[in-house]
Every structure is written in C-alpha cells, then in structure tokens.
C-alpha cells in the first residue's frame, strides 16, 4: 500500500510566519505534487515536482516555494504566511500522472 | 470559465436508489477522464478511469460524451458507504503532468 504522510494535520500560523509543510511517499514515485483545496474551487495545483532537485510551477506558485532534495520528501514553504493562505493542503505522490495517491492533508490557518 | 465544472449537490438519496450526476469540461481536446471519491475529512483516492466506450466497476457506470463535452456517474443500488464527495478529472494530455480537478458532487445515502 502506498503511503504519503503529511508532518501536521492541523496547523495554525501568524500573518508574516515562514511556513514549511513536510510530506514523505514511501513508494519510490517520481512525481510528486502539492495542492491546495479551498470549498467550491476544487484541488488547485501549486506545484510539481518530477524529480529530485526538478520542479514546475503549477497553477498558484505566487507566494509559495518549494524543495525537492530526496526522492521521498517534498516540501511545500510559505515564505511570508498570509491570512488567504488559510487552506487544506494536500500532498500526492504518483508513478501514472492520473493516479495520484494523497496524504492526509494540513489544514492551515493563519492568522 | 472553469476547466472542470459539476454540480456541487449535495444529491440525497435512500439507501437501494440510482444516483446519477455529470460533470462538463471545457477543453474539447482533453484526452484522459477519471473520477475520484473524497470521503468527509479524507484525501481523495482514485476511483475510476472513464473509457470512451464506457465502463463500469460493480455498481458504478462511468461514460464520456465528447461531443458534449461531459463525464458522467451512475451508482446503482446505493449503499450508506457510498456517501462522499466524487470528483471529476481531467487530464489535458497524455504528455501532460497536471489533473484538472472538478470542486465534487456531494452524494448523501440515508438509510
């Protein structure tokens, strides 16, 4: 079974904070992705990552960073936490683009 | 206009009724089409592919209309277990490394 785990379920930041969101894969996939869902928008793609060190800007990279330095981890960095980042973030890990399997998200509240 | 639109719901049914909802897209030349499922407070997790011709696995149906442009769900015989939020997606191309994902319908089974 593949497993992706997320370091926080629930995480509450102040406004001007640098945020860092952890996530592992145990599977040896390739790509790896970082998404935020916000209710009546959807999952929304940040960014992207298809190997170590390789990244690509998603849909909604402004005000985000992140870091590919290991196969298994991929981190998501808010460089200056802002209140409309308040959001669930999911990390998906994949070997076929459209079988992404998830971890368990981090609900963000910044504040 | 959203790549990916559906019906938020939420689609209440009884337990042993059909639901059935759609989802349309706005790229006529998307290749690939999936649905998830996103159980209350959980990651989403791939729950079918959607084949031109059609497919089913066990009580869900799936098609395409390309001529539309709309995927559609059909779940027979609905069991409490069913009820979650489905999620349309739609992969641009095979080469392509981004799902577009649809804000879910929302099914409800009561008993």
């Known amino acids: 079974d593949v497993k992706v785990t997320q370091s926080s379920r629930y995480l509450v930041k102040r406004t001007g904070e640098k945020v860092f969101l952890e996530c592992v894969q145990d599977?040896?996939?390739?790509?790896m992705f970082w998404y935020r869902q916000d209710p009546g928008l959807g999952l929304r793609l940040i960014y992207f990552s298809y190997d170590v060190k390789m990244k690509e800007k998603g849909d909604i990279p402004e005000g985000y960073s992140v870091s590919r330095e290991k196969k298994e981890r991929f981190s998501l960095i808010l460089e200056s936490a802002s209140t409309n980042q308040t959001s669930m973030y999911l990390c998906a890990s994949s070997l076929l683009v459209y079988e992404q399997y998830f971890g368990p998200g981090t609900r963000l509240t910044v504040t | 206009r959203k790549e990916v639109e559906q019906d938020p719901g939420p689609f209440n049914v009884p337990e042993g009724a059909t639901v059935a909802f759609n989802c349309t897209y706005s790229?006529?030349?998307?290749?690939?089409f999936f649905w998830y499922r996103q159980d209350c407070r959980k990651e989403p997790k791939l729950l079918m592919s959607?084949?031109?011709s059609g497919n089913e696995d066990g009580r869900f149906t799936a098609q395409l209309n390309r001529a539309s442009q709309y995927i559609s769900l059909l779940i027979r015989d609905s069991k409490l277990s069913d009820s979650a939020t489905y999620l349309c997606v739609v992969l641009n191309s095979p080469n392509d490394y981004k799902l577009s994902f649809g804000a879910g319908t929302t099914v409800t089974v009561r008993a």
């Open positions: 959607v084949y031109s």
């Open positions: 790229n006529s030349a998307s290749q690939s």
């Open positions: 599977m040896d996939h390739e790509n």
